[in-house]
């Protein structure tokens, strides 16, 4: 069998491609990039390593020995095949931090600043004067800000945020464990007490079993009527239909989804026109910037290195437990 690294991925970026070419030559190995799977399909069976996304990939890839999973979230891999096959798995966790951080301040802001009704005014051809602003602006400084999944995800956009002077910054996790980059740091057994008091909740968990519904219809009913909710995790952590009703109801003020219970969202979903709702598709933490892309491989080329030189993966995931 080639000693063959097999890289997958839509987007490219020729530094990060360069990089990883790099590293497989120091120890013997080939890179080639793919844009998809139908482009792939002839050249898996021989690999020894693959970076990509989807399950697919490994159907046609008898001799892979270790798969990168180019997300961070790891929900809809199999962990039984991967066991039963002996494939290392890992993942990008850690990739996209910067980019997520950056997308919550964004439509945070946006929100608290009517940027959306500013838009609709502007394809009007209105001009939306200030007698006629009926809410006032809001601001991420005095702002209580509860994150739910304390990792790379929710510490970075904490640190991030931080420079714009919140009142609070509290973190909710399994353990309760402190982090740096918070206030404090609560256990999940906490979050009731929690919740009415926030004014921005931003979740960033991972699907696992443990994250259903964590934003249950119950606790939805806890948050307050100037209550904003981010999702940039899984969306399956939130009770969809509860969060419609309560943006139609008006007891809470606005939220953004960039994930859904299905993907990508479909046309007949009420989500599409649920008042106070900003959708985007997917896309706070997608190789969209260079910097993550280049991220992403210079991880993937860390874990070459330590595959190669018989060192655990640190980027390693445990699929049973889902991250």
């Keep these: 069998m080639s000693k063959k690294i097999v890289v997958v991925k839509a987007k490219r970026d020729e530094i990060a491609m360069n990089l990883v070419h790099e590293t497989a030559a120091k120890y013997g190995y080939t890179a080639e990039f793919y844009g998809d799977l139908e482009e792939a399909k002839p050249h898996l069976e021989d690999a020894e390593i693959i970076h990509g996304m989807g399950m697919g990939l490994l159907k046609y890839a008898p001799n892979a020995k270790w798969y990168c999973i180019a997300s961070a979230g790891v929900n809809g891999y199999d962990a039984d095949y991967f066991d039963e096959r002996g494939v290392l798995v890992s993942n990008s966790a850690g990739t996209y931090g910067t980019t997520i951080a950056e997308h919550i301040i964004m439509m945070a802001t946006m929100i608290m600043r009517h940027m959306f009704e500013f838009e609709d005014c502007r394809k009007q051809g209105k001009w939306l004067g200030h007698q006629e602003i009926t809410t006032d602006f809001r601001t991420l400084c005095g702002s209580r800000i509860l994150v739910l999944g304390t990792g790379n995800l929710g510490a970075t956009f904490a640190g991030r945020v931080r420079g714009f002077e919140p009142e609070s910054i509290v973190g909710v996790s399994r353990s309760g464990r402190p982090v740096s980059e918070f206030d404090r740091v609560i256990s999940m057994d906490d979050l009731e007490k929690e919740l009415p008091n926030a004014d921005l909740i931003v979740m960033c968990l991972p699907g696992t079993a443990e994250t259903e519904n964590v934003l249950s219809r119950e606790r939805i009913a806890l948050l307050s009527k100037e209550s904003i909710v981010i999702n940039v995790g899984r969306g399956t952590a939130i009770d969809e239909d509860a969060l419609a009703e309560a943006l139609e109801s008006d007891r809470i003020y606005a939220a953004a989804l960039d994930v859904f219970r299905e ?51 640190k980027y390693a995931v445990d699929l049973h437990r889902g991250y």
């Design 263 to 313: 993907e990508p969202l479909p046309e007949t979903s009420p989500l599409w026109k649920t008042k106070n709702l900003y959708i985007t598709p997917h896309v706070s933490g997608q190789e969209t910037a260079h910097v993550t892309r280049e991220l992403n491989m210079r991880m993937f080329c860390e874990d070459i290195e330590n595959y190669c030189e018989g060192r655990p993966l």
